[in-house]
């Protein structure tokens, strides 16, 4: 048992205890942080704990990553369970994650699994120049982010995502209010939403509970997701044999893409999870090359369950990382001479379904709610299998959608020319890498293996694949799991390189990888220092060896961070504080509310374009609808018991019906937003002036009230 592990223990059970008997809203900022710090604790202990029930030997970094992803697939599935439950609230998440730790803590740990071939890196001499160089780069560039995201500490959600204010947070907001994964529908926009897998989001909804509705911490959910990534990145590339080096490399590749860092990394959405779950399929398909183990496919499941259960377009995804994981298998299988050729295939066909069985627990609950409601797994997207059709949209088809994003973009402008997204180096980087990295694996095919050709060819498969079937070009976002495992399978080339060409190689990939941070020479000061710090870190590393002093001053450490744990909260908890006071200064609007309410629960009617998000108040305590005004409110969202219709575009609006609709929802407010045109609802709240009072009008936003 691990001493830190031993002397963390009573803090973090303790904190979850707490939090399960005393509600966080309304509690000292600092208490809020010390629960959100113990619940993601306590998901990151059950994630190391199954590790090791999953007896995967693993490198520190791999256990690491693997324990922080195995950790998401536990949140998320607790999330389901408790949402269909209707009992998805903060207290009864943190009781449900105590009793997992606490049978994690007693449940016995079996023995290490003993003995798979871990892939062995290239052993070359270290060049402790070039190492430094590497380090110094990596920790420039972290220091810097770490500056961009405290530049953005008071920023609202939605800088740099339209999507996070439209359906990933407001999401999230309704099931705070509601307990339950019911789904909005929009009348303005995109209808698909309503329908997606929801992962992701539930992921920022774990954030979100221990602030008591602040949403501090949940408009910058993708950020730990994305830093999870990153290191999932380097270790593949280790996995794939490449040396630190080469891993390093790998990640820097990735980091000098603007769109993902900084930007799309402060964020609430999705688009950073897709390669945290592609990387992870990836590396189990290794894993299960030197060891084709049971713990390995449920490994290798949740990764890919995970994967198709945060965005549709893991269904994409999935199927050539699936045939990774398969060929991964079967090659394990051969090189490992188990038994005969039937044995063999019949364990091959167990731990593929293992691994499918795994998938479907993790990822297949939006799915499986879809094909109850709808009969059709995945609607809206008309679908036909063996000449049956199942029911869909046809607004929702790849032929419908594409006209409507104006002149088509082909791959050659989206891959080379959008510098403003990829960054000034990536067209002369990491693009040619890659398919210099699958011609390499293709020369190579048969020392390395079928597998690890798979993995390395997996980066340009999956961009074709999703150029193919994404109907949007204008933004580079859905191309990151691809970039993800294309920057792995460069860093095992250029590891490749020998000798001085290779170090000046390496070490001018960590010069490039600096050019979009200091770009604009914004906090050159600090960039300067980080860069020193680093590079005088690296050389520490290179020439000391630090294992003995860690060891024996360890619990000292450890117990200086806890007395420090107290203080930074409370400093952090008075930014929190900061944040809240300006978090509705973007939109007037919402701000006009939040005064007419004094910021008290109320319950308001949203009509207009797709960005109901705000007008949840500071601490999302307003229940906001979608107030239907051709049907019942049964059909105003969606869940397990509902519909598929919409409750806006049928043709029978009444105003009628939507006056009953919101008697019968209790709406005291009604704010309409105009995008290009008019509303209904507008005009007949100024047909109807004894009802309702314009007490706010920017021109763009209304607030009504509502007269009793």
Known sequence: MDRP??????????????????????????????????????????????????????????????????????????GYALGTAAWLRPSAFRLVVAVLLLGAWAAPVPASAGGPALEPPSRRPRRSSETALLWAALGAVLCSLLAVVWSHRLTPPGPFAFDDTSYHLSAVATWWQAGDLRMLKFAFGDPSTTFYPIASELLAWVLLAPFGGSDFAARFAQLPVALLALAGVAVLARRLSASSR??????????????????????????????????????????????????????????????????????????PLGLAVGVG????????????????????????????????????YTYARNASVTGNPVYPLPVEVLGVELPGMETATLAARRPDLGAPVSPWDLLWRRIDLWGPVFRWTLLPLCVLAGLAALRRWRCLGATRVLVLLLGPVCAGLVLAFSHDHRDVRYLFAPVALAAAAAGWLVDRVPGRSGALVRSALAIAALVPWFEDWQGRELLALAAGLASAGAWWRGTRDLSPVVTRWRPALLALAVVAVVPSSVAIGRVVDRYQAARLQRVPAAEALEASTAGAPAVVAYAGWNQPYLFAGRTLQNRVHLVPHDAALAAMTYDWRGTAAFPYDRGGARAARWLRNLDALGVDWVVTVVAGGSLREWRWMEERPQRFRRVYDDGSATLWRVAR
């Not at 704990?49 to 599935?77: H, K, N, S, Y």
């Not at 390669?275 to 496919?297: E, I, K, Q």
């Not at 990764?303 to 945060?310: I, K, N």
């Open 5 to 78: 592990e031993t002397l963390l223990r009573p803090l973090i059970l303790g904190a979850l205890v707490v939090g399960c008997l005393v509600p966080t809203a309304g509690a000292p900022r600092f208490v809020q942080l010390l629960a959100t710090a113990a619940l993601v604790g306590a998901l990151a202990a059950i994630g190391g704990r199954a590790v090791r029930w999953l007896r995967l030997d693993l490198r520190r970094l791999e256990t690491i990553f693997v324990a922080g992803l195995l950790a998401c697939g536990v949140a998320v599935c607790v």
């Open 246 to 319: 080469g891993a390093l490399c790998a990640a820097l590749l990735l980091l000098a893409i603007p769109r993902a860092f900084p930007q799309l990394a402060l964020s609430a959405g999705n688009d950073m999870a897709l390669p945290l779950f592609a990387v992870a399929a990836a590396h189990a398909a290794l894993l299960l090359r030197g060891a084709p183990s049971w713990g390995g496919a449920v490994y290798a499941g949740a990764g890919l369950g995970l994967l198709v259960g945060t965005k549709y377009l893991g269904l994409v995804l999935v199927l």
């Open 329 to 364: 298998t079967a090659e394990g299988l051969a090189l490992g001479r188990l038994g005969g050729a039937g044995r063999a295939a019949r364990r091959w066909l167990a731990l593929l379904a293992l691994a499918a069985a795994s998938a479907l627990f993790v990822g297949g």
